[in-house]
């Protein structure tokens, strides 16, 4: 899951049951609240929201409380958890906003 800012799987749940954990900034699933309609499933474009019929419920990656556990296990270091704000990707939006309203404009 690369836990979007605009969480197409929180927006598309009837029932609320993806909610923002404010200290990882993960998309969780509330189990609890979950009713397994799959809505959030449809709704992700990367397909990382997945059902789980043993409980009936979806389930999602929710980084692991903040150390995600396959990031520690990859062998090859592949996987990577890194801060969003130390890749400069505030930069890229401003940018990427700029050419959008620039070709709006025009």
Known sequence: CTQCDEA?????CPVEAIKLDAATGAKVVLEDVCVGCKVCTIACPFGTVNYVADTGKVQKCDLCG???????????????????????????Q?????????????
């Open 8 to 12: 197409w799987c929180l927006h598309a």
């Open 94 to 106: 401003q940018w990427a906003d700029k050419l959008g309203n620039q070709n709006a404009a025009a």
């Open 66 to 92: 903040g150390e995600p556990a396959c990031a520690e296990a990859c062998p090859t270091g592949a996987i990577t958890y890194i801060d969003a704000s130390w890749t400069g990707l505030s930069r890229m």
